[in-house]
């Protein structure tokens, strides 16, 4: 049994979301002194934690930090605010998805679903470690790990999915839209500009890698991942 956290200061919105996420047989834990997030989060070592942005003391982008800082588990935020810069913040402090308030609750059980899928389903004790490599560039998607030389970066599940697809695919352009779909079961309650931000995401942790220039976009089509490093002859 999966266990979802929620961390929502309004106590109405926790027992409606509670009492639909148990019709689904998950576990849900509410955080009720947000003093200590972080405590609780440690306690409960949760599967996904839904997170609301507009909370007492610290703003729900700094418990997200928090999280990502010790865990790789799914965050989805549940906010009343639409605005796109509140969507970006999310996702640049380590979010994996965002959901506006007033939202469906069935929208947000197929986004849990979605995530917990992602991040757990693959999982077996007697699975082989997947790896995808170009030329020394080498991909753990099991352990959303980046590595080039005696490098690692550590990556989130979204930054993991985009490069294990740009690297099976290179030098091959990829489209939006087959991105979209990779990432997010249901486009259409994506926004546009969140691939933009997660391209961006990737760039940089290339560029702690040292590598530049190699997540090109090709207007009107798409974006396609060149060979910009050279080949890692330690291997």
């Not at 389903?121 to 590595?147: F, H, N, S």
């Not at 974006?223 to 330690?234: A, E, F, H, K, N």
Request: proline share 4%.
């Amino acid at each position: 049994m999966h266990k979802i956290m929620i961390v929502e200061d309004d106590p109405k919105i926790c027992e409606l979301l509670r009492s639909h996420i148990i019709k689904y047989n998950y576990e849900v834990v509410i955080v009720e002194n947000f003093d200590h997030v972080l405590e609780d989060f440690h306690h409960e070592n949760p599967d996904l934690v839904l997170l609301d942005v507009n909370l007492p003391s610290f703003d729900g982008y700094y418990w997200c930090r928090q999280i990502r800082n010790i865990s790789t588990c799914p965050v989805l935020f549940i906010s009343a605010r639409s605005g796109e810069m509140d969507q970006v913040m999310a996702l640049e402090n380590g979010a994996d998805d965002y959901i506006t308030k007033p939202f469906h609750y069935e929208i947000v059980m197929a986004k849990i679903r979605s995530h917990l899928r992602r991040a757990y389903g693959e999982y077996a004790p007697d699975k082989v470690e997947r790896t995808v490599e170009l030329k020394g560039l080498k991909l753990y998607p099991e352990r959303m790990e980046l590595t080039f030389k005696d490098q690692i970066v550590p990556l989130t599940k979204k930054e993991t999915e985009l490069l294990e697809t740009f690297l099976q695919r290179s030098p091959r352009v990829v489209s939006r839209e087959a991105l979209l779909e990779r990432l997010w079961d249901d486009i259409s309650y994506v926004d546009e500009n969140t691939l933009n931000v997660n391209i961006t995401r990737v760039r940089k942790k290339l560029h702690e890698l040292g590598i530049e220039n190699a997540v090109e976009t090709v207007r009107g089509a798409g974006y396609r991942l060149q060979m910009t490093w050279g080949v890692d002859t330690s291997q």
